[in-house]
């Protein structure tokens, strides 16, 4: 029996998660749920689940996701949110020797130096995410040493054929209506800028103990095909699956087995001369050339682009820059960046909170 925690159980992701927890009762016993604001919803999941234990972060701040990662009554935890307040829980959970469904970028991304010798056998992390989950299956079994380079795919997100002065006028109403996936506003915005993507490769390096060499994007519109592993002998794995994140997620929840995500899913009507692959135009998206920049910078650069991706977004949302100013403003954060590498979670936290509040004062 899976006995699990979810945290960021409300939003998208979260909700994907507990799809899969209804259809199988009897595999899955939900013991504790935590989200952010929406303690109205938090609330309904718990009654129809049986749950005793809930935390709307709201009310009781983070420490709940502390007892939740450490509770001994919990064999796995899943991570569905965004941000990096939930590191130092993912940290205890890894420690603690339980199962993680992780589906928080930054968390590794930030702060992989410190989460990853954390982890105790190759199952224990589980990506989430559908492009890292596609390479995580595709790798399952391979010798990494023979990987040549894996991609993620991309779907373009909604302005995939704009003229970069098209992009300039961009509103936040716009933005937030992606082509294929139905997500939370951060990720959202992160999509259409494929900044989303950009993190996602450094990520995957970190993940996977790849080089910056090894790792790769590629624009798949509608989003079938999730992620691709090319190998030193010339062949080439993919994964490729409606874009549901409850295929995703119950692969990490039953891994290795394998189970239909939910009684609501529907088996694709898929035609494979459709897929198709495009390179992505950093000119238009630069996103993507940014975040390299960061891979190969590596010390305190990664914990600043997400902290500036945050602040930027944010700004995006609120109508004080334009679209293509987040990634303006990003780059602008890193060139001015002078912060020496941070030797702990701590430092590292401290950087994102220098970042934070230095893009702050300027607005």
Same mark, same amino acid.
């Given at each position: ?35 952010d604001k929406n303690s109205e919803k938090l609330s309904a999941l718990a009654k129809k689940f049986n749950v005793k234990k809930i935390f709307p972060y709201e009310l009781t701040g983070y420490n709940g996701l ?124 992160? &999509? ?7 993190? *996602?490769? =450094? /990520?995957? !390096? ?7 060499? #090894? ?122 960046? &002078? ?7 701590? *430092?590292? =936290? /401290?950087? !994102? ?7 702050? #004062?300027?607005?």
């Open positions: 029996m899976i006995n699990l925690g979810v945290i960021g159980a409300t939003g998208s992701v979260g909700s994907s998660i507990m799809s899969v927890c209804e259809a199988w009762p009897d595999k899955i016993h939900v013991e504790a749920l935590a989200a502390e007892e939740i990662a450490t509770d001994k009554n919990i064999n796995h935890v899943a991570f569905a949110a965004s941000g990096t307040k939930t590191i130092k829980a993912l940290c205890s959970a890894l420690k603690a020797g339980k199962n993680v469904s992780l589906a928080n970028k930054e968390s590794i991304v930030a702060a992989g130096k410190w989460v990853m010798p954390l982890i105790k056998n190759s199952e224990q992390l589980r990506p989430l995410d559908s492009e890292h989950n596609a390479i995580w299956q595709c790798l399952h079994g391979e010798d990494k040493n023979f990987v040549k380079k894996i991609f993620l795919t991309a779907s373009g997100g909604p302005f995939r054929n704009f003229s970069y002065e098209q992009l300039k006028n961009v509103t936040p109403e716009q933005a937030l209506h992606h082509p294929v996936w139905h997500m939370g506003p951060k990720i959202t915005i992160d &999509s259409a800028t494929l900044m989303n993507k950009g993190i *996602e490769l =450094i /990520e995957a !390096m970190i993940l996977f103990g790849l080089e910056e060499n #090894q790792v790769d994007a590629l624009i798949s519109p509608g989003s079938f095909v999730h992620g691709l592993v090319e190998f030193n002998d010339g062949s080439v794995k993919m994964l490729a699956a409606e874009p549901d994140m409850k295929l995703p997620a119950a692969s990490c929840l039953f891994w290795p087995e394998r189970f239909f995500p939910s009684s609501d899913f529907k088996k694709p009507a898929y035609d494979l001369h459709d897929i198709k692959f495009e390179i992505i135009d950093t000119k238009k998206f630069p996103a993507i050339k940014i975040a390299r920049e960061v891979m190969k910078k590596k010390g305190a650069y990664p914990a600043v682009l997400i902290a500036a991706d945050e602040i930027a977004v944010d700004l995006f949302l609120k109508g004080k820059i334009s679209f293509t100013g987040i990634t303006d403003l990003i780059e602008e954060a890193l060139n001015a960046c &002078s912060l020496p590498e941070p030797q702990s979670l701590e *430092e590292m =936290i /401290e950087c !994102m909170n220098i970042t934070r509040q230095s893009i702050k #004062q300027k607005f």
